[in-house]
């Protein structure tokens, strides 16, 4: 089992810019997946962007051209850099980590970090 901690979140303007950081209790080197989510209220959870431990990367379609995940196996963490917000990007955003791979792997998320695009 891997604790994940996210933070980075706030209040930012419309067209601004955050970057989340999700750090690991432990080496994320041998884990799958890691990716970030987010939930706005009164709507599902949704996928933001996944990277794989061969740094393949996948985003939602909102989040293409703005969004950059990213992964520091030495650090333990994977950040998510957001630029250009827009006010719908307004939610909390969970980190995810999938160690391997199959339907019965060990999964982890973390707390979530609010991250709110007004003016």
């Known amino acids: 089992q891997v604790q994940l901690v996210e933070s980075g979140g706030g209040l930012v303007q419309p067209g601004g810019s955050l970057r989340l950081s999700c750090a690991a209790s432990?080496?994320?080197?041998?884990?799958?997946?890691m990716a970030w989510y987010r939930q706005a209220p009164g709507k599902q959870r949704e996928l933001v962007a996944r990277i794989t431990n061969d740094y393949s990367t996948d985003y939602a379609d909102s989040v293409k051209g703005r969004f950059t995940i990213s992964r520091d196996n030495a650090k333990n963490t994977v950040y998510l850099q957001m630029n250009s917000l827009h006010a719908e990007d307004t939610a909390v955003y969970y980190c995810y980590a999938q160690v391997g791979i199959g339907q019965y792997t060990p999964t982890s998320w973390g707390q979530g970090t609010q991250v709110t695009v007004s003016s």
């Open positions: 432990r080496s994320i080197f041998s884990i799958y997946a």
